[in-house]
């Protein structure tokens, strides 16, 4: 899968079921391996946190499906 295609994707948590973002880029080491996603909070999210990106761990994702990327957050 191509990260332009999982960019299309919402980032959904498995634990509370909302919405956390969209991936708007990736961090590699520099052995070439996908360190984290950085996702895009939505603004509503915004005006709670001081960040408004959250990072998510390959081994945070549980399941990468047709229009949702399933995370564990």
């Known amino acids: 899968m191509?990260?332009?295609?999982m960019q299309?994707?919402?980032?959904?948590?498995?634990?509370?079921?909302r919405r956390i973002?969209?991936?708007i880029d990736i961090?590699?080491?520099?052995?070439?391996?996908?360190?984290?996603?950085v996702v895009?909070?939505?603004r509503f999210f915004r005006f709670f946190?001081?960040?408004?990106e959250v990072n998510i761990r390959m081994n945070d994702i549980k399941k990468i499906g047709?229009?949702?990327?399933?995370?564990?957050?």
């Open 2 to 5: 191509r990260v332009a295609e």
């Open 8 to 17: 299309a994707k919402d980032v959904i948590s498995i634990i509370d079921g």
């Open 21 to 23: 973002g969209r991936i």
């Open 27 to 37: 961090e590699i080491t520099e052995n070439g391996t996908i360190e984290y996603f």
């Open 40 to 42: 895009a909070l939505p």
């Open 49 to 52: 946190r001081s960040n408004s």
């Open 66 to 73: 047709e229009d949702v990327i399933l995370v564990e957050i």
